[in-house]
């Protein structure tokens, strides 16, 4: 009995070696993945991106998974919101462009998004009507690839699946005005993300931009960051546990441009992609 149990597990660990397998660890080395999460054919499915081609994989980025021989042209399916994370965290005053005179924070501030506010790629941004300024916020955002809770600055970057594009829309009338942020920042549509996450890659030295309408509104690299991807994970797992696919919005930089209703939005990040939604208004 005992050797057959031990056969079993080594035939699962086998079967488990021949997939291949991606993990943050490995990622974090240098091997350069990019990763889909998109709809075809009325289902959802994860996949590996090359070139203009998206190639479905049966599993999911956290942990075990093969490809399946199944490609698409990614401009036929739909993207979604790369990931379904637990909780969604992001930082407040992370670049000093940002900042303008006010002080550095002396720890990573961060407050919470909710994730019913992420919207994906092409998906419509809607003004609500109660709000008289709303602004564009260009980040980059970290997606957690394994249960993380009290890691060290050094080994943070193991629990990093990659980096995605994100637009933390901001009502900053409301943000001024209200005791708390959960509206101004959470509100449905406040939160898009996408189109793909990126492992392998230095996210502490990538060239963030932001456009209106073609237009550049913001541009920076990311090692403008205050506090970097290591030390935010860092210390926000010193907090809450963080969980696969959860998402840490990492601030914005400069001055934020106002949108109206008709604005095409794009979040744009090198080596990662360009995020892009409309701007309509409530009705």
């Given at each position: ?26 990622t ?12 075809v054919?009325?289902?959802e499915?994860?996949?590996v ?23 698409y042209?990614?401009?036929d ?7 379904k ?7 407040a005053?992370n670049?000093a462009?940002h900042l303008d005179q ?17 919207i994906?790629p092409g998906?419509?941004v809607?003004?609500p ?9 260009g ?6 690839g ?13 629990y ?35 189109p793909f996450?990126?492992?392998?890659i ?12 073609g ?11 205050v506090?970097?991807?290591s030390q935010?994970?860092?210390?926000a ?12 919005f ?6 934020t441009?106002?949108i109206k ?9 090198e ?13």
């Amino acid at each position: 009995m005992k050797r057959f149990f031990l056969a079993v597990i080594v035939l699962v660990a086998a079967g488990c070696a021949s997939t291949e397998r991606t993990s943050p660890a490995s990622t974090a080395a240098g091997r350069v993945i990019k990763y889909a999460r998109f709809q075809v054919d009325g289902r959802e499915a994860y996949g590996v991106v090359k070139g203009d081609l998206v190639d479905e994989i049966a599993g999911c980025p956290f942990g075990c998974w093969r490809e399946t021989g199944r490609s698409y042209p990614v401009k036929d399916v739909r993207l979604l919101v790369p990931v379904k994370p637990t909780k969604v965290l992001a930082m407040a005053g992370n670049y000093a462009s940002h900042l303008d005179q006010q002080p550095k924070p002396k720890n990573p501030e961060l407050f919470f998004k909710v994730p019913s506010c992420l919207i994906g790629p092409g998906d419509a941004v809607v003004l609500p009507a109660g709000s008289k300024e709303v602004h564009l916020e260009g980040e980059l955002v970290i997606v957690i690839g394994k249960r993380a809770r009290n890691v060290s600055e050094a080994e943070a970057l193991n629990y990093v699946l990659g980096v995605t594009c994100g637009n933390d829309i901001s009502a900053r009338d409301w943000q001024a005005n209200d005791r708390q942020w959960w509206r101004a920042k959470g509100t449905d549509t406040f939160g898009p993300c996408g189109p793909f996450v990126v492992s392998g890659i230095n996210y502490d030295d990538l060239l963030l931009t932001s456009r209106v309408n073609g237009q550049v509104t913001q541009q920076q690299r990311t090692s403008g960051m205050v506090f970097n991807c290591s030390q935010i994970v860092s210390f926000a797992s010193c907090h809450v546990t963080l969980e696969p696919g959860d998402l840490i919005f990492t601030g914005t930089m400069g001055k934020t441009p106002a949108i109206k209703a008709g604005d095409v939005l794009e979040v744009e990040i090198e080596h990662v992609g360009v995020l892009r939604n409309p701007v309509v208004a409530e009705k």
